[in-house]
Nanobody, 124 residues
Framework: QVQLVESGGGLVQAGGSLRLSCAASGRTFSNYGMGWFRQAPGKEREFVAAIGWSGSSTYYADSVKGRFTISRDNAKNTVYLQMNSPRPEDAAVYYC?????????????????WGQGTQVTVSS
């Protein structure tokens, strides 16, 4: 089992910045690929960013490429999502997931564990 706890969400002004964190406990964090997904009201959960187990491979949705950065610190069992220049359409509940495959993939149902989510609200 892997337990994931997201934090760092809140209200941010469009064009500002916000950093989300996801702390993991349980099995060896460094074995897992990690991903960030988001879900807005009435919409399906969508891929935002993912990172492989070593941190050397990262993947981004086109909508956030160049604005958001995913990173991980395996010594701290934590994955981050730095959100720069957020837009109102980025508002959603953000979830982190752990992928036992180790790669960090773009499809939500391939993930094995999820956190409870953290709300991000973007004011225009």
């Amino acid at each position: 089992q892997v337990q994931l706890v997201e934090s760092g969400g809140g209200l941010v002004q469009a064009g500002g910045s916000l950093r989300l964190s996801c702390a993991a406990s349980g099995r060896t964090f460094s074995n897992y690929g990690m991903g960030w997904f988001r879900q807005a009201p009435g919409k399906e959960r969508e891929f935002v960013a993912a990172i492989g187990w070593s941190g050397s491979s990262t993947y981004y949705a086109d909508s956030v490429k160049g604005r958001f950065t995913i990173s991980r610190d395996n010594a701290k069992n934590t994955v981050y999502l730095q959100m720069n220049s957020p837009r109102p359409e980025d508002a959603a509940v953000y979830y982190c997931g752990a992928d036992a495959c180790g790669r960090g993939r773009v499809i939500a149902y391939l993930y094995d564990y999820w956190g409870q989510g953290t709300q991000v609200t973007v004011s225009s």
